[in-house]
């Protein structure tokens, strides 16, 4: 079976339990970044990473500057976006701009494994001329 890299962006100790409950997934290995300059640097060694899941900001940088980097470098990997506070006008932003999806923290375990999977299967991301120029 192949395996799937899942980039987490998150600072610890959130991303602990995040990791832990991603990599209880079959299939699924899973990679740390504490903020948006580590992101950059994996994503630039690493170009296996399917998916990034990442904080809505971090002390350098956003979900924005992320998925800008993946579209600018045509890294074939969905962008996840997570937040404590999701509303309409951030999942709007997020797919408008190209993202896959928003999930909403504390995570739940089976909504982690439906979006995995989902993105996953459609592993054609869309990359989007908005989030390049946003």
């Known amino acids: 079976m192949l395996t799937s890299v899942v980039l987490l962006v998150m600072a610890p100790p959130a991303s ?3 990791a832990s409950d991603l990599e209880s997934l079959e299939g699924v290995s899973v990679l740390l970044a504490r903020d948006c300059r ?33 579209v600018n470098r045509g890294i074939a990997a969905h962008v996840v976006v997570c937040s404590r506070h999701a509303d309409e006008n951030l999942w709007s932003e997020v797919l408008w701009r190209g ?16 979006v995995v999977e989902g993105a996953l299967r459609t592993m054609s991301p869309r990359l989007s001329a908005r989030a390049a120029v946003a």
């Open 99 to 114: 993202g896959y999806d928003v999930v909403v923290e504390p995570f739940d375990r089976t909504e982690l494994a439906r």
């Open 38 to 70: 580590e992101a950059r640097e994996v994503l630039s060694a690493r170009p296996d990473v399917s998916l990034v899941f990442t904080d809505v900001s971090h002390a350098d940088g956003n979900w924005s500057d992320l998925l800008r980097f993946v």
């Open 16 to 18: 602990r339990q995040v």
